[in-house]
């Protein structure tokens, strides 16, 4: 069998949002992106990552962004201008796609891989399976990640997309790239977690086989990235992002992890995690980690031994993560975690009405669990914040009454920061498919959506009243001068 030895060019999209909305973007070497680099220089594969975002970062523009940056520059990073103009209204920010197309030009790919983490920024990634195309119709696309995984027929339904890839890619994609080197086309079409058009054109979808085993994974390949320009760029400065696990067993209607996880939650060992952490106090001399997971403290023991074990390392990092479960942390965990390097502890209360959290949400768990583990976040000596949804379809005005009542409550309480989002029917989530069985979504366009302005309108909410009532609140609660 003839063997080509086929050279991959994996690319995260620029960032994609509309002018109005708040320019929710981030720096943080990606994750996505470079475990799959890991996976394919581990298996002998020849392997690029372009990173649009941050190779674009500060792009000039025809628009000046900063007064939509503005909670760009507070939070997540310094300020990033607006880029090109791309289907009316919405900005990418980043590399344009005339540089994009450069660089797949320049770098000459066989296989272009393309990161859909958000559905948010499918049409960016779709364009940008469309320019390589457009470079060479014979380079092969591909495109992975939450988006391809929730609708695969969508994305395969491009003529120029080849594969569509479901859920994690560090051995499908891996397989896929040995496949198509060995110009085996109708394997890789069978391979487990990999879409493709049999030769008829028809759709075929192959489920995905989680990973079994996460301490097998090697650790992500950042060193393909300009990483210094990230950790320059960043507003917590030399902070890297890892995940502990994945998966989650909770159903919450909003979320993409169940359905993406199978309810399955995997774990790494916490010596697999501190090796990993050591690495990177050495190599890059981080100041600070990004604990990415989606329920880190699932397996409460696993846990706090990795608190534990990164308190003891005394190497003073700084901790972040998104969000804990209100019930699955206790006085002793809190104390630990903060020996560790943490400040905030982000809870997520999600609702101010017991009834939409049980039955609407599915959170499973009780607003006095939320009010004790305010109580002993703060007796940990950590700062509380909490993050709400609402807009969900199945609620009415005066459930989000209550939610804005709680959360003024939980304020008093000495809750410091809040984020308020607002309920999006993602592909993938219960939420999503309920909402198209109430008729909700017909004429909603979900690709040119933007999370913080859209919101569904039912029969006791308008989406833009919820838009204009997050943004009121966002201000308030968090004390927001202007
Ligand atoms: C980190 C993160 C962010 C960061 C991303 C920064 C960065 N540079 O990476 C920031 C803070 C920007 C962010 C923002 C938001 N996020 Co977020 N975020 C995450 C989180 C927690 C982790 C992502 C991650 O690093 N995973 C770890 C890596 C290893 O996994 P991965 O990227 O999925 O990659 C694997 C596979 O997908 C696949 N794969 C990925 N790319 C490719 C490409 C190819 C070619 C192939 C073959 C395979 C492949 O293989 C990879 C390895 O296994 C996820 C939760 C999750 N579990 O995914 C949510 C998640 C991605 N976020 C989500 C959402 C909704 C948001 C926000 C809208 C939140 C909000 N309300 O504002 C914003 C959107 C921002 C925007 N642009 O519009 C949703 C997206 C769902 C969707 N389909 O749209 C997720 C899934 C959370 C959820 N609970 O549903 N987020
Ligand atoms: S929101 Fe959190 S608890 Fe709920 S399903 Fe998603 S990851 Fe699990």
Aim: aromatic letters at 10%; hydrophobic letters at 40%; charged letters at 25%.
């Amino acid at each position: 069998m003839s063997e080509k030895k086929l050279k991959t060019l994996l690319i995260y999209p620029p960032f994609f949002a509309s002018v109005e909305s708040e320019g929710y973007v981030s720096a943080g070497a990606p994750l996505g992106i470079t475990m799959l680099g890991a996976a394919l220089l581990e298996a002998g594969l020849e392997v690029e990552l372009l990173d649009a975002f941050i190779e674009g970062f500060g792009n000039s523009s025809p628009i000046d962004g900063s007064a939509q940056m503005r909670r760009v520059s507070k939070g997540f990073c310094k300020r990033n201008k607006l880029g090109e103009p791309f289907n009316e209204g919405f900005y990418t920010f980043g590399l344009s796609f005339d540089e994009i197309k450069e660089e797949i030009r320049r770098r000459k790919p066989d296989i272009v891989g393309v990161s859909v983490i958000f559905s948010s920024i499918y049409p960016a990634g779709r364009h940008i399976a469309r320019l390589a195309k457009e470079v060479d119709e014979g380079i092969i696309t591909v495109v992975g990640g939450n988006h391809s995984t929730a609708v695969p027929g969508d994305v395969l339904a491009e003529e120029f997309v080849d594969y569509a890839v479901l859920g994690e890619g560090e051995k499908s994609f891996v397989e896929l790239v040995k496949c198509l080197s060995e110009g085996q086309h109708a394997k890789a079409g069978r391979l487990p977690g990999i879409a493709s058009r049999d030769f008829s054109g028809k759709t075929v979808v192959n489920p995905q086989e989680l990973i079994p085993d996460l301490d097998a994974l090697p650790f992500p390949a950042f060193d393909l990235l300009p990483i210094e320009k990230h950790f320059s760029v960043s507003a917590e400065g030399r902070t890297i992002k890892l995940m502990t696990s994945r998966g989650c067993t909770f159903d919450c209607c909003f979320c993409t992890v169940p359905g993406n996880s199978q309810r399955r939650f995997r774990a790494r060992s916490p010596e697999d995690v501190l090796a990993e952490i050591d690495l990177y106090v050495e190599k890059y001399q981080i100041e600070g980690i990004m604990f990415e997971d989606d329920n880190m403290t699932l397996n409460q023991e696993r846990a706090r031994k990795i608190f534990q074990m990164l308190g003891e390392r005394d190497y003073g990092l700084k901790l972040f993560a998104r969000n804990f479960r209100a019930d699955l942390f206790d006085l002793d965990m809190l104390k630990l975690m903060k020996r560790a390097g943490f400040e905030t502890i982000w809870i997520t209360p999600e609702s101010g009405n017991q009834d939409v959290l049980l039955n609407l949400i599915g959170k499973n768990f009780n607003l006095k669990d939320v009010d004790r583990s305010v109580e002993l976040i703060k007796e940990a000596g950590l700062r509380p914040a909490a993050a709400f949804v609402i807009g969900i379809p199945g609620e009415t005005r005066s459930n989000i009454d209550d939610t804005i009542r709680y959360a003024w409550k939980l304020k008093r309480d000495g809750v410091k920061e809040f984020w308020i989002s607002i309920a999006t029917p993602i592909v993938g989530t219960r939420m999503y498919a309920d909402s198209v069985k109430m008729g909700l979504v017909s004429g909603m366009d979900l690709e040119r959506f933007s999370y913080q302005e859209a919101g569904i309108t039912t029969d006791s909410f308008k989406g833009e009243e919820i838009a204009e009532l997050r943004k009121s609140l966002m201000a308030e609660l968090n004390d927001y001068k202007n």
